[in-house]
């Protein structure tokens, strides 16, 4: 079974960590057939798959069924769950019956937004033997109190900031961090400060691995450039044109033709 120490092994063997998000059964098996080394089952699903304005939306029982589609197809690929919203911030007991219950689903490992306040409920997951992974920088979850999705930690102070945040995150025990919008060079500092592995987003290449949106990466939502993305692809491009000719086939009678239909 794939374990997320895997990626401290390819931080100390200097090998970067790819990382997409999925949120169905149908994308995992095609990441699964692909060299990406680890899926994260974001609440971003509750923006790209559900249509909410910001991963506040996504709630425990939105998040489980897209979970538990994906480790169906998903095959050894590690699985990264996201905690949602609040989910991390009610308590200990709150908190451990979500990171159980997203464990149990199929996820392998729980990724946690946030700083001081999640140390006591990552140091008992991790007790407990539930691996974490911590999220700083921009964490969408705040984007009501953060203003927008902007880029973090560009003063010296607030870099000095959030490297005391990420090693108090690394001294109670997250196997990895995710850097989110942050200055490239502040998170290849903090990359090279930890022990574990830091994967970017907005990070620059400076970090150990690299976290996209899958759709995002494939080009699906025309409207969504950031500066931080790379499209591999012109999916909702491609997708229209065939659509189009489908529609036009039907319309056509073109479609079915003799050898799709049963004599
Ligand atoms: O939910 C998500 O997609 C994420 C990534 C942006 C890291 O947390």
Redo the contacts with the bound molecule.
Sequence with gaps: MQTVTRFNALKRSQQKIS?V?CYDFWSAQLVADSGVDSI??????AV?MHGFPS?VH?TLELMLPHVAAVARGAGNKIIVA?MPFMTASSGLEAGVAAATALIQAGAHVV?I?GASHQVPLIAHLVEAGIPVIG?LGLT?QSVLQLGGHRVQAKSTAAAEALLTQALNLESVGISAL?L?CVPAKIASRIAQTMACAV?G?GAGVGVDGQ???LQDLLGANRDFSPKFLRKYADLSQEVVTALNRYHEDVVSADFPSRCESYA
């Design positions: 990382m998000t994260l089952v974001g609440d971003s699903l790209v991963t996504a996201d990724k937004e999220h969408p995710v989110e994967i987003i976290v996209l949106v």
